[in-house]
């Protein structure tokens, strides 16, 4: 069985670096960082 992945925004760990994010999204991530998520590094399309 294949382990879920995550891609994560940059705004997104910025806000989370920042305690910016609501209790229930801080505790979803805190799982999705521990379990080795790629981070999107667009910044202009």
Do not use: C, H, W
């Amino acid at each position: 069985m294949e382990q879920q992945q995550y891609l994560i925004d940059t705004n997104v760990v910025i806000d989370y670096l920042g305690k910016k994010l609501p209790a229930s999204a801080m505790t979803f991530l805190n799982e999705v960082i521990d379990s080795i998520p790629n981070v999107s590094i667009i910044t202009r399309i």
